[in-house]
């Protein structure tokens, strides 16, 4: 099988990719909320989708429930 013809799991399964992509947000600050430092249980948008933020990384912090509500 030639290299072009490679199918990899995360193009097949996005929910793994989203999963993956959650995660490392977490592991990068030690699974703790940005904002007060207790363990983050979400992923905050910095500028909210409802005034156009996306789902990008540069958007995206790891928070727990209460800094997020």
Not at 6 to 24: I, N, Y
Not at 27 to 51: A, Q
Not at 52 to 68: A, F, I, M, R
Request: aromatic content about 8%; proline content about 6%; some cysteine.
């Amino acid at each position: 099988m030639h290299q072009s013809d490679a199918v990899f799991l995360e193009e097949l399964c996005p929910k793994l990719r989203v999963r993956r992509w959650r995660q490392s947000l977490h592991e990068y600050t030690g699974h703790t909320c940005i904002y007060c430092g207790k363990p983050s249980e979400s992923i905050d948008h910095v500028w909210p989708r409802s005034r156009g933020g996306l789902s990008v990384t540069e958007n995206c912090v790891p928070s727990c429930l209460s800094c997020n509500g």
